[in-house]
């Protein structure tokens, strides 16, 4: 089948898709800015401990709180709002994530695996035990991970790990009170839909409401990895009732080929102009590798065009050399230094965007080829 009616088939799918990652991809989000964090399990327990904290920054006192004790309840815990009228809420007391305590010795436990961490021998029971023996009524036991799709290990529910005497009755009793619950999966009653949605309409400051926006953007993208339940949905219903997901599978396998085709092409199209480089090479099905450049001192003088499905990069580096001083003064000769970025070493490279900047990246390749070829270097 042509690739047109194939895309054309799933027009709507598409573009719903493409709508969708496009709006995604365009946020600024302070989150995402501070992207070795973002993913990280302390990052998020110490946002949700900082909003459900009546006495917090946010300066809105028990609103947070209170809209979570009543999103608890709708996920089917069984807690009595008055009970948290004065809270406190513990970060990492006793390695439990977050603790919520009532002055009245009621309490919710909250284990945050967003990251997929796993659980530690006899964690959740460790916690239920400690908390207990403060001589708190448990009334929630909240396991919070990305899709709600995890659940607590008990295979390690035992004396051994607990390090306490350990019954099947408390094992039950445990097991009744634990909800496990996404960050994010699109469903009604994640935390992003049940709960952080439903702050928005109601909550006065401008200042938490944007806080919270970004925080919901962030599970947004960590939960769905910037693809689309609604299209995902449209997809599915398309492939059980006819037989066009084959033709999508299809075309899958004919995208994931592309890099290695483009790596044969561009090897066609440079072998007959790869200047002073005596050789170009197909390594490894991944680099196109230009090397054995002129007869003087930048005999190591190597260039790769790296294919891959987004992009292509263009590496000028110097092979059995760590140090950049060499490429350097070659791409000063050349007048190329401002046009590619260092990387390490001796590497430096410039990326070409797949299939936009194609044409760009053969034709910047072979002024670089033609350049080094004609300069002093080679003389």
């Known amino acids: 089948m042509e690739i047109e009616t194939i895309i054309k088939k799933h027009k709507s799918v598409l573009k719903s898709y493409k709508d969708s ?7 600024f989000n302070l989150f995402f800015l501070i992207s070795n964090q973002y993913y990280k399990e302390n990052l998020h327990s110490d946002i949700l401990a900082a909003l459900l904290n009546p006495n ?4 809105q006192g028990s609103f947070f709180l209170q809209a979570f004790l009543e999103y608890l309840n709708s996920i089917g815990a069984s807690i009595h709002i008055n009970d948290y009228v004065n809270s406190i809420v513990q970060r990492e007391k006793g390695r439990i994530d977050i603790c919520i305590k009532s002055e009245n010795k009621h309490a919710i436990i909250i284990e945050n695996k967003i990251n997929n961490a796993v659980d530690m021998n006899g964690q959740i029971p460790r916690y239920y035990l400690k908390i207990k023996g403060q001589d708190c009524i448990i009334d929630c036991v909240l396991y919070l991970t990305i899709d709600g799709l995890k659940m607590p290990d008990t295979s390690t529910w035992v004396e051994k790990y607990i390090g306490s005497p350990w019954s099947d009755k408390q094992s039950k009793e445990l097991n009744e009170m634990i909800f496990s619950i996404g960050a994010y999966n699109g469903e009604s009653d994640d935390i992003y839909n049940g709960y952080l949605k439903k702050l928005l309409p109601n909550l006065m400051d401008d200042y938490c409401k944007a ?3 970004q925080y919901m953007e962030l599970l947004n993208k960590l939960g769905e990895n910037n693809m689309n339940n609604e299209s995902l949905e449209k997809l599915y219903k398309d492939a059980v009732s006819s037989n066009n997901y084959k033709d999508l599978v299809l075309l899958h396998d004919m995208v994931e080929q592309m890099p290695l ?3 044969k092409k561009y090897i066609s199209l440079f072998k007959n102009s790869k200047g002073a480089f005596k050789k170009i ?3 490894q099905n991944w680099i196109v590798f230009f090397h054995q450049f002129g007869n003087g001192t930048y005999h190591n003088l190597k260039i790769h065009i790296i294919p891959k499905q987004k992009e292509t990069d263009v590496e000028v580096f110097e092979q059995n050399n760590t140090n950049k001083e060499n490429v350097e003064m070659i791409l000063r000769e050349i007048e190329e230094i401002n ?3 260092y990387v390490s070493g001796s590497k430096y490279t410039k990326t070409f965007a797949f299939p936009e900047e194609e044409g760009e990246m053969i034709e910047y390749t072979k002024q670089l080829i033609e350049k080094l070829t004609n300069s002093t270097l080679n003389q």
């Open 281 to 283: 090479d197909n390594w």
């Open 211 to 213: 806080v919270i926006r």
């Open 261 to 263: 085709f483009r790596l």
């Open 339 to 341: 046009n590619l970025n």
């Open 21 to 27: 990652k496009i709006k995604k991809d365009n946020t």
């Open 56 to 59: 917090g920054e946010h300066k």
